[in-house]
């Protein structure tokens, strides 16, 4: 599948291995300047995501929103918000993307809608009506309490109450955010016909936002309290193990409901984003067999403080290679958290953690997912208390720095107006320093990440071994990582100094290597620091 000869619809395993590219749409493009992106702005810009050589664009959502949480306070699920285009735009992009060989994930947001989404206006009406029972409501305890103790990721309960009906609803995350109640039939046949939409417009897969808080207890049995962990807590739901207020056991039978529509279309691809403590047992439930979600990928590294090899090695080996197993999803950057390269690195070493960031991601087992801004090298922008946008962050500011500084305009050229993203002003500033790293300037300079980038997608594209061969973990020391790939008669060697010490290491093994790409200037005698290279074996 190539720019030339556009998407192979019948490819139907294309996302084993895959390289996905991440777009948020209010900070990737505006095309219309009034400060935040658009699905045009997208449409306008693939041609330098398929330069990339990815295999497919995931789009944050666009659809119908108050934005209250920018887009996943979802108030029609079928249709496109005014501010981000029409349908006739996203029908657009498809071709275009389509055209250039990229295929087009889009989010699904099944645990809550928005308030002003009309299911909730009709349900929260009165007990009696046909949707009365599509969200999670409850009568108070006795003394007029909410009726369990769970707690709300933005911070205080997760209970709202409702005069209306003289109950609480339930909201996991923000009070415009009502948690719907997937334990009813009718409501997953909405959902599920909400996704035929999409699917009929030549979609190619979901990814099913926070999907682990689509069901709760109905019991509601209080969440116990979590051990001392050495963790800071910042927020109340921090100090909770949540048992009940999501991850219920009927949440498989769902998902193969959601499996069975894809299937119909065939070649869909199903990807779950699973947050929470011990996430890695739910992620495999929800993608076990031929039945379920195809891939899941957790928090591992995305507020990961530190980079380092028995980090790496632990979340591989939480997925064991066998035969029917489940198959991993990677990602150390997006939307929700801050960029790896400054959490991992200083400023004086953030443009090497970026090259090494790319070559280490390109080496896993499993699906890669790619934010916007990583092929540049971007760090974390810092964002004035004014200009925050994120209500986690406003709300828990200053012990939660939040999102926004990871959500800041693309830098398209730097000598245009707001780095070429928009002529008005950005709904966020872009961030000191992007500038310089914009893709104009990165574009003309062989030597820079945008181009190390492209070398390492190419490579693992053209490499069965790194795209979907066996994996095993040769060494995960205090600084180095050395993992080895192989598929048939193709054996590679990927090995990575994770610190800031220049370390010396030679592969203990008989073969010969011969260098096919190396970050940092590594070699198979020296590693500098957060340098790193892939090698294959010579017969």
């Keep these: ?243 009940y207020s999501h991850s219920h056991a009927d949440i498989p039978h769902f998902l193969e409901r959601v499996r069975a529509l894809m299937d119909e279309y065939g070649g869909r691809f199903t990807v779950a984003e699973i947050g929470g403590l011990d996430a890695e047992p739910i992620m495999q439930l929800y993608t076990q067999g031929e039945q379920r979600l195809h891939t899941a990928y957790g928090f591992h590294f995305l507020y990961a403080d530190e980079l380092t090899p028995q980090l790496v090695k632990r979340a591989l080996e939480a997925w064991p290679e066998t035969e029917a197993g489940p198959w991993p999803s990677w990602a150390f950057s997006n939307h929700d958290a801050p960029r790896a390269i400054s959490r991992w690195a200083g400023p004086q070493h953030q443009a090497a953690i970026a090259r090494l960031a790319i070559l280490l991601l390109a080496s896993l087992r499993g699906n890669v997912f790619l934010y916007q801004g990583e092929e540049l090298g971007l760090p974390q922008a810092n964002i004035r208390f004014e200009d925050l946008r994120d209500p986690e962050a406003i709300s828990n500011w200053p012990l939660t720095l939040g999102r926004d500084g990871a959500r800041t305009p693309m830098p398209w050229r730097a000598d245009a107006t707001h780095g070429g993203f928009t002529k008005a002003r950005p709904w966020l500033p872009i961030g000191a320093g992007h500038l310089a790293l914009s893709v104009e300037a990165q574009q003309r300079d062989a030597d820079s990440v945008l181009a190390f980038t492209r070398r390492v997608i190419a490579l693992r594209r053209r490499s069965e071994a790194l795209r979907s061969g066996a994996m095993r973990v040769v060494e995960a020391s205090q600084a180095v990582l050395a993992l080895e790939r192989r598929s048939g008669r193709e054996e590679l060697l990927c090995v990575f100094n994770l610190g800031a010490i220049e370390q010396s290491w030679r592969p203990q093994l008989p073969q010969h290597w011969r260098i096919v790409e190396a970050a940092g200037g590594a070699s198979l005698e020296r590693l500098p620091p957060y340098a790193g290279l892939i090698a294959e074996r010579v017969a």
């Design 1 to 243: 599948m190539n720019a030339q000869r556009g998407v192979a619809v019948a490819d139907a395993a294309w996302w084993r291995g895959a390289v996905i590219y991440q777009i948020y749409p209010r900070s990737f493009a505006d095309s219309n300047d009034d400060g935040i992106g658009d699905l045009p702005g997208i449409t306008a810009h693939l041609d330098h995501v398929a330069s990339l050589g990815v295999d497919a664009i995931w789009l944050s959502p666009f659809f119908t929103s108050p934005m209250k949480d920018f887009g996943y306070d979802v108030a029609d699920y079928c249709d496109v918000d005014p501010i981000f285009g029409t349908l006739a735009d996203f029908d657009a992009l498809i071709a275009r993307a389509h055209a250039l060989g990229l295929r087009v994930v889009i989010d699904q947001i099944y645990s809550h809608t928005s308030d002003r989404h009309p299911w909730f206006a009709e349900s929260r009406a009165n007990r009696s009506n046909p949707k009365a029972d599509w969200y999670v409501w409850a009568d108070p305890r006795p003394d007029g309490s909410p009726p369990s103790n769970w707690q709300s990721i933005f911070g205080g309960p997760a209970w709202q109450w409702d005069a209306r009906r003289r109950q609480y609803y339930l909201h996991n995350f923000l009070v415009e955010q009502p948690d719907l109640n997937v334990h009813n039939r009718a409501v997953q046949d909405a959902l599920l016909a909400s996704a035929r939409f999409w699917l009929d417009r030549s979609v190619d897969g979901f990814r099913l936002d926070a999907i682990n808080f689509a069901m709760h207890d109905p019991a509601l049995r209080d969440n116990p309290p979590l051990p001392e962990d050495g963790r800071v807590r910042t927020r109340p739901v921090d100090f909770q193990r949540a048992l």
